[in-house]
């Protein structure tokens, strides 16, 4: 399996700023995905990351609010921009195990936990 | 369009109790089904997977077995204990590159 982690592991932040959370992979992988979790919910995609590429948003996020760098096939950050208390939430990487030969299971950060004052 | 449905929690056992957390799919083709489990304050784990009907996934004293006919995949644990307490997330993938989620059922187990 994947190990992943994700920096920072939680941040309060003020209304307006911007977050940049990394997401670091001990292997290569094709696949990288951003979550959110809000408050007692299940996981919504925002996008996904392919290497060399520009991410591919969900309906309902944009690059500009969410911006995501994908350099290399064991890295990517999002950040979160100009935020407001509505950004409050747990923010997710995921790699899948298609590199692996494998089926198609998802690994996970231990996810950084965003307060937005 | 591919969706899973499972029971709304809260669930409050005692420990040893027997445990099923019910969950059901749409979804065209023929998807792989997990569950995914996650601890107070961590990320997802994967805690069973089945790729095929039939399939049993296990693991932890969890299993689940993959009902193509009732489009089922429903978790049961025979005694559960304290650190069992998370939340259970069933999901499905078809092989293409997103993992459907299922709302989540937060589970406790008392002493």
């Known amino acids: 399996s994947a190990v992943i982690s994700q920096k920072p592991s939680r941040d309060i932040c003020q209304r307006g700023t911007s977050l940049t959370i990394q997401c670091q992979v001990d292997?290569?992988?094709?696949?990288m995905f951003w979550y959110r979790q809000q408050p007692g919910q299940s996981l919504t995609l925002i996008a996904t990351?392919?290497?060399?590429?520009?991410?591919?948003?969900e309906s309902g996020f944009v690059i500009d609010k969410f911006p995501i760098s994908r350099p290399n096939l064991t890295f990517s950050t999002l950040t979160v921009s100009n935020m407001s208390p509505e950004d409050s939430s747990i923010y997710l990487c995921?790699?899948?195990?298609?590199?692996?030969?494998?089926?198609?299971?998802?690994?996970f950060g231990p996810g950084t936990r965003l307060t937005v004052l | 369009g591919n969706s899973v449905t499972q029971m709304e929690g809260p669930v409050t056992l005692s420990e040893e109790a027997f445990l099923t957390i019910n969950c059901t799919y749409t979804a065209t083709g023929y998807p792989s089904l997990f569950w995914y489990v996650q601890y107070p304050g961590e990320g997802l784990q994967l805690l069973l997977k089945a790729t095929k009907a039939d399939d049993k996934g296990s693991n932890k004293g969890f299993e689940a077995t993959y009902r193509k006919e009732t489009t089922s995949f429903h978790l049961e644990k025979g005694s559960v204990q304290v650190s069992d307490s998370a939340v259970y997330f069933c999901a499905l993938n078809t092989g293409g590159f997103k993992t459907i989620f299922g709302a989540g059922t937060r589970l406790f187990v008392k002493a």
């Open positions: 292997s290569q992988v094709t696949m």
């Open positions: 990351a392919n290497q060399g590429s520009e991410a591919t948003y």
């Open positions: 995921s790699a899948d195990s298609r590199d692996r030969g494998s089926t198609d299971t998802q690994y």
